[in-house]
């Protein structure tokens, strides 16, 4: 099996492709209507393979299937250690499958095989082992109420969750929501990203081998309104698990009103990335660098607020402005490359238009502002300085490769400055002087903080939004909760 270990020299063949169809009830059906989708290569712009497009006909079929596995049937007798097992042999599998999975994530989504080799597929394994220890350890309380009564709760299922997911880290969002689902004892179906199917469509062909019951785990490819939509509106869902746009949670938390579903949302950010004239240079240039490009900037929690301490504002811009010369753009399949292509031309021209707006803003462009190359859709890595607080460019998330850089004095203007937008997704801060750290991370209204170093994820570390950023944790015990009903059980005594 590799590993990451290894170096490999040349690129990466590309992967074959096993599965387009909808996964229901553990058979491959194509969707009810007939209809396709391309899924296309964002390095080559060619179409990679016909998607089934799956619609409400199947959403129903999935619901359907997951209920049948939730309430009869193997999974529902299932020991907890044994559904434990079961997800300890996925993550197995997925670790005997490392480099094509990581080689089909890169093709689909464009981003560098080197990034999908050391995080992506790691992290897959990390969560679903995680959370495979969780499921024998989830139990109840005893309670001691007034009078002659036993009281006791128990942890239960939510029930059929809808879990719906992006295109930036297709496997490891399907990961962080499977984990905790089949933890719990939930049944899913998912909605992977129209952008990139491949890699979850290959998991669920795992889970099979692996020997998940049928109608556990659901995959359905398909749009937002129309496959997502059905998920959020059906009333055999019992819980929608969405990452994404806030754009499209305000729609889902309408569409869900209804039938009052739980909701949890892991949405965008504008994250603020502070760096102190104390701190060590080399690795706040380096942390400020990796917390905006990785993943071409598409990060939900992308460091893309620089905000630098006047008296070393000239230097930062000059030695990122060298790193940002330096970063090698190209095939995603070659385990060279730095950066690869944005997902998709609407990706593409969204960030282009504000790199416009910053321009026409006022700002500087010390770097980048224009695409790379003349196919695929690559964007030179951006920087831009003389940026003030209310500029679209430090309001807006861009998602793509554009860092904001502004400067402060100290920590009182900074404060209110870090604090000055509608999300509340992550934050950093580079310093030596650990007051000032506490002091910062106390201060600012995020769900994540970094010191002295940025994207620090694991499994065990709970993450998500303050405000417009989301609702809920995933990830640690936090990220299992939502997946638990808790049911008080009362017995008289005498
Ligand atoms: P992005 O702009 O990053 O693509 P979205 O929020 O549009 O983010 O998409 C994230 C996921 O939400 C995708 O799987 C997408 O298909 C889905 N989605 C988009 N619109 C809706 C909707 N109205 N209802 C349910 N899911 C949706």
Not at 58 to 77: I, Q
Not at 368 to 382: A, Q, Y
């Amino acid at each position: 099996m590799a590993t990451v270990t290894e170096k490999p020299s040349k690129a990466f063949s590309r992967p074959k492709i096993e599965h387009t169809d909808c996964f229901i009830d553990g058979k491959w059906v194509p969707a009810k209507s007939g209809k396709t989708f391309a899924t296309v290569c964002p390095a080559t712009e060619e179409k990679i393979a016909d998607i089934a497009e799956g619609d409400a006909a199947d959403v129903d079929a999935a619901v359907k299937a997951a209920r049948k596995a939730l309430e009869s049937g193997p999974w529902k007798s299932m020991s907890a250690r044994q559904r434990g097992r079961l997800m300890f042999k996925l993550a197995d599998l997925i670790e005997e499958n490392f480099d094509e999975i990581a080689a089909l994530e890169s093709l689909d989504n464009g981003k560098p095989i080197a990034d999908s080799r050391a995080a992506d597929v790691p992290l897959v394994i990390q969560c679903l082992r995680y959370y495979a220890g969780y499921a024998d350890k989830i139990h109840g309380q005893t309670i001691p109420i007034d009078g002659n009564y036993f009281c006791y709760t128990r942890k239960e299922p939510v029930g059929v969750v809808g879990q719906i997911i992006p295109w930036n880290f297709p496997l490891l969002m399907a990961a962080w929501k499977w984990g905790p689902a089949l933890a719990a004892g939930c049944t899913i179906v998912m909605k992977p990203a129209e952008q990139t199917p491949l890699t979850c469509l290959k998991m669920a062909d795992l889970a099979q081998r692996a020997g998940f019951p049928p109608g556990v785990i659901n995959v359905i490819p398909g749009f937002g309104p129309t496959a997502g939509g059905a998920i959020v509106e059906h009333r055999g869902v019992d819980k929608v698990a969405f990452t994404g746009e806030h754009l499209t949670a305000q729609i889902i938390m309408r569409n869900a009103a209804e039938s009052l579903k739980r909701l949890t949302f892991e949405l965008g950010g504008k994250s603020p990335n502070v760096i102190f004239n104390d701190a060590d240079m080399d690795a706040a240039i380096k942390g400020a660098h990796f917390g905006l490009y990785f993943n071409q900037g598409q990060c939900c929690c992308a460091g893309s607020r620089v905000f630098v301490q006047e008296d070393i504002h000239d230097e930062f811009v000059s030695r990122l402005t060298a790193m940002n010369r330096e970063r090698r753009i190209g095939d995603p399949l070659d385990p060279t490359t730095e950066q690869g292509p944005q997902v998709d031309k609407a990706q593409f021209d969204k960030i282009m238009g504000l790199i416009e707006k910053g321009k026409s803003e006022g700002a500087e462009c010390v770097t980048g502002g224009v695409r790379h190359g003349d196919r695929g859709f690559f964007i030179e890595p951006t920087l831009f300085t003389n940026v003030s607080d209310d500029m679209d460019i430090a309001q807006k998330e861009i998602f793509g490769p554009v860092m904001s850089v502004l400067k402060f004095k100290n920590m009182d203007d900074l404060v209110t400055r870090a604090n000055n937008t509608i999300f509340g997704l992550a934050a950093a801060v580079w310093t030596r002087d650990i007051g000032k750290a506490h002091k910062f991370a106390a201060s600012v209204r995020a769900g994540t903080v970094w010191v002295n170093c940025y994207d620090v994820f694991d499994a065990a570390a709970p993450f998500g939004g303050f405000k417009m950023s989301g609702q809920g944790r995933e990830l640690g015990e936090e990220g299992l909760k939502p997946y638990l009903e808790t049911k008080t059980v009362t017995i008289a005594m005498d």
